[in-house]
């Protein structure tokens, strides 16, 4: 919204319009179930930011645990289909609490659920978008949460971290915050003595040797890894973001030195590419020769079926694939022009061959070098560069 990035957690008070993003463990109680106190603690606070002028959109998780005394679950339920039916229940009593919470400082509240689909999708992206923008203008908080009904196991996020770092990117924030139950990242898991607070972080560099490894609360789903993916997204597409407890979210919004603050690393780019790079699940593999890793990795070429020598898995035309060298050692990803019935006639061959047997739709590419991401680092949360290959 502002038409600088904001370089520094002091700049956060005048940001015009930011991405809350809060984890399931940061709204409930110890046995997992939703604590209607602790929502209303972090309401009072986005409320004063609204009061100071500010706009808010919130990324809110929370559904499943809100069905659990509800539906007399022992506890969170671990399989996809009772965990879908859990979040219908769920999502409307959690947006039942923030609509009771935002009225008492005169806010309305819009339940906005997305897929990670919505959020790459030209068409919905737009919609989404436009409806995203509309609230905001009529002054309304959009609480967003993942469609977990619809979402199906391949094309679900799981957790809410990535989706609020595409959020970020689809209503233009000037920056995300991510509350959770740990005050900051720490270069090891925090319960291990010796680990300390990481306050800033300037880039995926800083980020060598911090262990994330161990898992997060028994409520929240993708533990720091996902955390520090949504980072990813959000930093190289020019959006800093600040990482901390619900408990300072007051102190993180005013700009003190809480949490850990992300520097943006980059510039707005396609969120399909970032999608592509740290969100989608892939459907197969494409494995190349090595003339073919070096057109992609050092001359930026598409994929053409020549260099392909292999693949692994079963896609449709325009699914997700990693593509890998001879070692089998990720070179990129991208979106695969044909489907895998289609690749065993096209391995090797070279276009025009394609084209005299196959016909013109044969000639083209196998992966377009605008629908592919190079991956640089192996590292989960420095897993891919979001450029043009
Ligand atoms: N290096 C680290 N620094 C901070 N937290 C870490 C680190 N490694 C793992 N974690 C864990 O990540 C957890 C937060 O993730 P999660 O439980 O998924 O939260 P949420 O429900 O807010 O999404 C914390 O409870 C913490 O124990
Ligand atoms: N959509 C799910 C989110 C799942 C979840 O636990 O996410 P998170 O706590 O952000 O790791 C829900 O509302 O329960």
Redesign the pocket.
């Known amino acids: 919204m502002s038409a600088a990035t904001l370089v520094d957690r002091q700049q956060l008070p005048s940001a015009a319009r930011v991405v809350v993003k809060v984890?399931?463990?940061?709204l409930t109680s110890p046995d997992g179930r939703l604590d209607p106190d602790r929502l209303r603690a972090l309401v009072e606070v986005l409320a004063a930011r609204r009061a100071e002028g500010g706009q808010v959109v919130l990324v809110s998780?929370g559904a499943i645990a809100a069905a659990i005394g509800p539906l007399g679950l022992p506890g969170r339920p671990r399989d996809l289909a009772t965990q879908q039916a859990a979040a219908t229940v769920g999502q409307g009593l959690l947006v039942a609490h923030y609509t009771r919470a935002f009225a008492e400082h005169g806010l309305r509240v819009g339940q906005v659920l997305l897929t990670a689909e919505d959020t790459v999708r030209r068409v919905h992206y737009r919609n989404a978008h436009r409806a995203l923008n509309r609230l905001l203008d009529l002054g309304v908080v959009p609480v967003i949460n993942e469609n977990d009904a619809v979402a199906t196991d391949e094309i679900r996020f799981g957790?809410n971290?990535r989706l609020a770092a595409l959020v970020s990117h689809l209503v233009h924030a000037d920056a995300l915050v991510l509350l959770?139950?740990?005050d900051a990242?720490?270069?090891?898991?925090?319960s291990r003595p010796g680990s300390r607070r990481i306050g800033r972080v300037e880039g995926p560099a800083d980020l060598e040797g911090?262990?994330?490894s161990?898992r997060?609360?028994s409520?929240?789903?993708?533990?720091?890894v996902t955390?520090l993916e949504s980072v990813a997204i959000a930093s190289q597409s020019g959006i800093p973001v600040v990482l901390t407890s619900a408990e300072q979210a007051a102190a993180a919004l005013a700009g003190e030195d809480v949490g850990t603050w992300f520097a943006a690393t980059g510039r707005r780019t396609s969120i399909r590419l970032l999608w592509l790079a740290h969100a989608a699940r892939t459907r197969g593999r494409l494995v190349l020769d090595d003339g073919a890793v070096r057109a992609l990795v050092e001359r930026h070429k598409s994929l053409l079926p020549a260099g392909v020598t292999g693949f692994e898995g079963e896609f449709e035309a325009g699914d997700p694939v990693e593509i890998v060298g001879p070692d089998g050692v990720v070179v990129a990803r991208g979106l695969v022009a044909y489907s895998s019935d289609e690749v065993p006639d096209l391995l090797g061959r070279s276009t025009s061959d394609l084209r005299a047997e196959l016909g013109p739709g044969y000639d083209r590419e196998l992966v377009h070098r605008d629908d592919m991401v190079l991956v640089r680092r192996r590292r989960p949360h420095a897993a891919t560069v979001p450029t043009r290959a």
């Open positions: 984890g399931s463990s940061s998780s957790d971290d959770t139950d740990v990242l720490y270069s090891g898991p925090p911090i262990d994330v161990s997060g609360s409520v929240g789903t993708g533990g720091m955390k």
